[in-house]
């Protein structure tokens, strides 16, 4: 072996023992320099969507400025890359630059919550992006042993493991975007499929040949997805009705 090549087996040896030494606390020691929620999540990998959301609405820098001014510390859900690639096509393009904001901050919570603490937590938690009434940003927890859920209210998400948790930041991988109700929910004033059902044959007069189309879930969240209306096969007649 020559010279070089020996270098070289040592410095990969030193290398790896480093970096075996550094991780031996398990998810002790914060890196070097101020915490970094994108190096983080590079560091995990999986995570490429997240990261460019996190910068195209600054929540990211948001969140490491308040990491160094807050002593409540933060919680974050990361959705991996393949929970937003089993979104519906067009779902975050639909949205204004504002909704993506709003999207990010609610994947977002003020305090610092271990896993064991969410056992204790009420809901509705609140999130970044403000107001938990329903309707608005709730975002429910559940909890068994060791699993957590969470609850939007759109969808359910599973917390699939912890990506990094200091005494300030914890930062969890969840299996789904959340989406919240007051972007991706029915908007307030579409009358419950119940109270559809209920009116009198005479009230759906003008709507022929609907009486019997529930106004399903689907129908209700495609309507606020702007745009994706019209390929919505149920509860068009009754929709356009209404609102067109
Ligand atoms: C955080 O990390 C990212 C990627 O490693 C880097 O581009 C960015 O400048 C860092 N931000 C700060 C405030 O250090
Ligand atoms: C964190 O706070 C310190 C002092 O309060 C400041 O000097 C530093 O620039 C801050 N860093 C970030 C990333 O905000
Ligand atoms: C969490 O969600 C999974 C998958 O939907 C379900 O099987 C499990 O029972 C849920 N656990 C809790 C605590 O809600
Ligand atoms: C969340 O929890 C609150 C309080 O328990 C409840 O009123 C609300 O219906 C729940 N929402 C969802 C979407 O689970």
Same mark, same amino acid.
């Given at each position: 072996?020559?010279?070089?090549?020996?270098?070289?087996?040592?410095?990969?040896?030193?290398?790896?023992?480093?970096?075996?030494?550094?991780?031996?606390?398990?998810?002790?020691?914060?890196?070097?320099?101020?915490?970094?929620?994108?190096?983080?999540?590079?560091?995990?990998?999986?995570?490429?969507?997240?990261?460019?959301?996190?910068?195209?609405?600054? !929540?990211?820098?948001?969140?490491?400025?308040? *990491?160094?001014? =807050?002593?409540? $510390?933060?919680?974050?859900?990361? &959705? /991996?890359?393949?929970?937003?690639?089993?979104?519906?096509?067009?779902?975050?393009?639909?949205?204004?630059?504002?909704?993506?904001?709003?999207?990010?901050?609610?994947?977002?919570?003020?305090?610092?919550?271990?896993?064991?603490?969410?056992?204790?937590?009420?809901?509705?938690?609140?999130?970044?992006?403000?107001?938990?009434?329903?309707?608005?940003?709730?975002?429910?927890?559940?909890?068994?042993?060791?699993?957590?859920?969470?609850?939007?209210?759109?969808?359910?998400?599973?917390?699939?493991?912890?990506?990094?948790?200091?005494?300030?930041?914890? !930062?969890?991988?969840?299996?789904?975007?959340? *989406?919240?109700? =007051?972007?991706? $929910?029915?908007?307030?004033?579409? &009358? /419950?499929?119940?109270?559809?059902?209920?009116?009198?044959?005479?009230?759906?007069?003008?709507?022929?040949g609907s009486d019997d189309v529930p106004a399903d879930d689907s129908g209700t969240i495609g309507l606020a997805m702007h745009g994706m209306l019209m390929v919505i096969p149920l509860g068009v007649g009754v929709l356009s009705a209404r609102w067109l």
């Amino acid at each position: 072996m020559d010279h070089f090549a020996f270098s070289m087996l040592l410095l990969v040896l030193l290398f790896y023992c480093t970096k075996t030494l550094a991780q031996s606390p398990a998810q002790a020691p914060a890196p070097a320099g101020p915490t970094n929620i994108t190096k983080i999540l590079e560091k995990a990998g999986q995570f490429t969507s997240f990261i460019r959301l996190l910068s195209i609405t600054e !929540v990211g820098d948001q969140i490491n400025t308040q *990491l160094n001014n =807050s002593n409540q $510390g933060l919680t974050v859900f990361a &959705p /991996a890359d393949n929970a937003f690639s089993s979104l519906k096509s067009g779902t975050l393009n639909s949205l204004s630059d504002q909704q993506k904001v709003a999207l990010v901050q609610f994947h977002v919570l003020p305090t610092f919550l271990s896993m064991s603490q969410f056992q204790t937590a009420s809901n509705p938690l609140r999130t970044q992006a403000g107001n938990s009434d329903s309707g608005q940003f709730p975002l429910n927890v559940t909890t068994s042993g060791n699993q957590v859920n969470v609850s939007t209210g759109v969808d359910d998400a599973t917390v699939a493991n912890t990506i990094y948790t200091d005494n300030q930041l914890a !930062v969890y991988q969840v299996d789904k975007v959340l *989406l919240p109700l =007051s972007i991706f $929910g029915s908007p307030a004033p579409v &009358p /419950a499929p119940s109270a559809l059902a209920k009116k009198s044959p005479a009230a759906d007069a003008p709507v022929s040949g609907s009486d019997d189309v529930p106004a399903d879930d689907s129908g209700t969240i495609g309507l606020a997805m702007h745009g994706m209306l019209m390929v919505i096969p149920l509860g068009v007649g009754v929709l356009s009705a209404r609102w067109l």
